[in-house]
């Protein structure tokens, strides 16, 4: 057990020592999950990876009765707690004004348009569809995007070879990609139709 891991736990049984010790090493790679979800988001949205890690780290040293395994499965509930929080934060911009979700980036699900921005809400519902025909493929997104995990990482978590699942997140990433531009264009003949 690592001694990240015996500080989550302990923080998980209410140690408030053990909390101080743990942000040192927990924010900083929190900060940079955040800042990777956030990289290229709209500029008019309040939400940036400081608040978004705050929110985050909140949430999480207020889940009791966790086993914590090890750092993989932190990072992996945060991946989690930060997606829920983006999917909120979007909801309430929505129901403020209309089509003023947020967009983020979606660097690693595909290469030749990596730098695209996809709306959250429309990548929540992607992978909300993506684990009902397969979870284990919508974990895969969750981790590698919303986590930031490796493959070795996933391997770890998902307790398959790497080989496994290189390939499990090749079949992912080309779906997510294609589910998500049949909905931008969906959305496109939509507008146009509209005007």
Not at 97 to 114: E, P, V, Y
Request: net charge positive; with cysteine; glycine share 4%.
């Amino acid at each position: 057990m690592t001694e990240l891991t015996k500080l989550l736990n302990q923080i998980a049984q209410g140690d408030q020592q053990a909390c101080e010790l743990a942000i040192s090493r927990i924010y900083p790679e929190l900060k940079k999950i955040a800042s990777g979800y956030l990289k290229n988001e709209r500029q008019n949205t309040n939400l940036q990876p400081t608040s978004l890690v705050h929110e985050a780290y909140l949430k999480l040293i207020n889940i009791n009765q966790i086993n914590w395994q090890d750092r993989v499965h932190f990072y992996a509930t945060a991946a989690k707690v930060m997606r829920e929080i983006l999917i909120d934060a979007a909801r309430k911009r929505m129901a403020l004004k209309r089509f003023g979700g947020i967009k983020i980036t979606l660097a690693g699900i595909a290469t030749d348009h990596s730098n695209q921005n996809t709306d959250i809400l429309m990548l929540n519902d992607a992978l909300e569809k993506l684990a009902k025909a397969d979870p284990d493929r919508a974990r895969l997104v969750e981790l590698k995007f919303f986590g930031g995990l490796t493959i070795e990482e996933m391997a770890d978590v998902m307790q398959q070879s790497t080989a496994t699942i290189k390939r499990q997140w090749t079949v992912a990433r080309a779906w997510l990609f294609n589910t998500l531009q049949d909905e931008k264009n969906t959305n496109q003949k939509g507008n146009n139709n509209d005007g």
